[in-house]
């Protein structure tokens, strides 16, 4: 078993920025594949972004890609989201998941997920 805990959501205004923190327990960090996804209101849930078991290789969604970086640091557990150009239209609530498949432009499935943090852009 997993524990993800999400940190960071919160408000901000169009063009301002946000780090989300994903803290890991229950299983050896570095072996899980690391992601994030997004739901906004009335939507399905959607892909962010991912990265790989030593972080070598990342993977983005088309709406976020030059704005936001994924990374991870093993030593300490945890997976960030570096959220830069915020927009209104990536209010949401943001979730992490980890997988212990390799990564792969998140097409994979994920085992398991945070409780989710809100992120809020004012326009």
């Known amino acids: 078993q997993v524990q993800l805990v999400e940190s960071g959501g919160g408000l901000v205004q169009a063009g301002g920025s946000l780090r989300l923190s994903c803290a890991a327990s229950?299983?050896?960090?570095?072996?899980?594949?690391m992601g994030w996804f997004r739901q906004a209101p009335g939507k399905e849930r959607e892909f962010v972004a991912e990265?790989?078991?030593?972080?070598?290789?990342?993977y983005y969604a088309g709406s976020v890609k030059g704005r936001f970086t994924i990374s991870r640091d093993n030593a300490k557990n945890t997976a960030y989201l570096q959220m830069n150009g915020l927009k209104p239209e990536d209010t949401a609530v943001y979730y992490c998941?980890?997988?212990?498949?390799?990564?792969?432009?998140?097409?994979?499935?994920?085992?398991?997920w945070g409780q989710g943090t809100q992120v809020t852009v004012s326009s």
């Open positions: 990265i790989s078991w030593i972080g070598g290789n990342t």
């Open positions: 998941a980890a997988s212990t498949r390799a990564a792969w432009g998140g097409r994979i499935a994920y085992d398991y």
């Open positions: 229950g299983r050896t960090f570095r072996s899980l594949t």
